[in-house]
C-alpha cells in the first residue's frame, strides 16, 4: 500500500500575544511534531512570512507554494508545504473566493475587512503515479453569507478545473462553519463534485488552547478519497499546558493506490 498523509493546519496569527503559547515558544513542537509524523503535504492557515521564513529552515525537505492575501500581497497567507521525495507539483495557483477570483484584494460585498484566498495544487504522487489535486481555504470568520458565497466560490473553480482535467481531490482548511451549518450542509448536498468529510468522526478541531471545543477545520474529499481513506485523527499533543496551535492538526491518511 502507497500511504500518503495530508494535514489541515491553523498555525495561529504569529502577531497575536499568546503569553507561554506564542509561536516562538511552540516552534519547537511543531517542528518535533511533523519531523516524527512526516505527512506529504501540510495545509497551513493563518500563516505570515515570519512562519514560511522559519518553517523554510526547519523543513528542508519540503518545498512551499502559496501567497499571502492582501491586495499588495502582504499580510496573513495561506501556504501548502510538500515533501520534496514525494510529490511532483504538476500546477499551481492562487485565487481570491470573491466574485472576481482573479483580482487581488477581493471580497464579496459582506464579508470582514479580511480578503480571503484559496491555494491549489495539482499534484503527482511519484510512487504511485497518481495525479489528485488540494485546494487550500480559510473562510471569512464573521460572516455567514461570506462563508456560503466563498464555498460555492470554491467549488465552482474545482468544477472549472475538472473540466480541463477531472482528477480526485481535496478541499481543506479553516471553513470557519460547525458541522450543521450553511457551510456544511451545502457540502454535503453538493453533487458535481459529490464530497465527503473524511473528518465526520472528529467532533473537536479547534481548542483556544484548551478554553473551547468545536469544529471547524475539515479533510473533505471526492468519492475517489472517501473510498482510499485508511485513518483520519487529530495531532493533540500538549507539553506543560503549550499546545501545537489554538486548532488542532487535522490529518487523513489515503491508500493512494486506490484513488
Known amino acids: 500500500m502507497a500511504n500518503l498523509k495530508i494535514v489541515t493546519f491553523n498555525i495561529r496569527n504569529v502577531l497575536y500575544e499568546d503569553g507561554e503559547n506564542g509561536f516562538v515558544h511552540r516552534v519547537g513542537m511543531i517542528y518535533d ?20 521564513v522559519m518553517m523554510r529552515r526547519l523543513l528542508a525537505d519540503y518545498d512551499f507554494y502559496g501567497q499571502r492575501r492582501n491586495a499588495d500581497f502582504h499580510g496573513e497567507g495561506l501556504y501548502v508545504a510538500i515533501k520534496k521525495e514525494a510529490l511532483e507539483l504538476l500546477a499551481y495557483e492562487t485565487f481570491w473566493i470573491s466574485p472576481t477570483p482573479y483580482v487581488p484584494g477581493s471580497r464579496f460585498p459582506v464579508q470582514s475587512e479580511c480578503p480571503r484566498i484559496c491555494n491549489v495544487l495539482k499534484l503527482r504522487h511519484d510512487e504511485s503515479g497518481k495525479i489528485f489535486r488540494v485546494l487550500n481555504l480559510h473562510l471569512d470568520h464573521i460572516s455567514e453569507s461570506a462563508r456560503t458565497e466563498g464555498i460555492k466560490c470554491v467549488t465552482d473553480m474545482l468544477r472549472a478545473y475538472n473540466g480541463k482535467h477531472e482528477v480526485p481531490a481535496f478541499i481543506v482548511g479553516d471553513f470557519n462553519s460547525y458541522p450543521e451549518s450553511e457551510v456544511m450542509r451545502y457540502c454535503r448536498a453538493l453533487e458535481d463534485p459529490a464530497l465527503s468529510d473524511l473528518t465526520s468522526d472528529i467532533p473537536v478541531t479547534c481548542h483556544g488552547f484548551g478554553r473551547e471545543a468545536i469544529k471547524i477545520d475539515y479533510i473533505l474529499g471526492t468519492k475517489e478519497m472517501q473510498a482510499a481513506l485508511v485513518n483520519v485523527g487529530v495531532w493533540d499533543d500538549v507539553h506543560c499546558g503549550i499546545f501545537l496551535s489554538d486548532h488542532y492538526p487535522v490529518f487523513a491518511d489515503i491508500d493512494i493506490e486506490k484513488i
Not at 511534531?33 to 514560511?52: G, M, R, S, T, V
Open 33 to 52: 511534531k511533523i519531523n516524527k509524523e512526516k505527512p506529504d503535504i501540510i495545509a497551513f492557515q493563518e500563516f505570515w512570512y515570519q512562519h514560511l
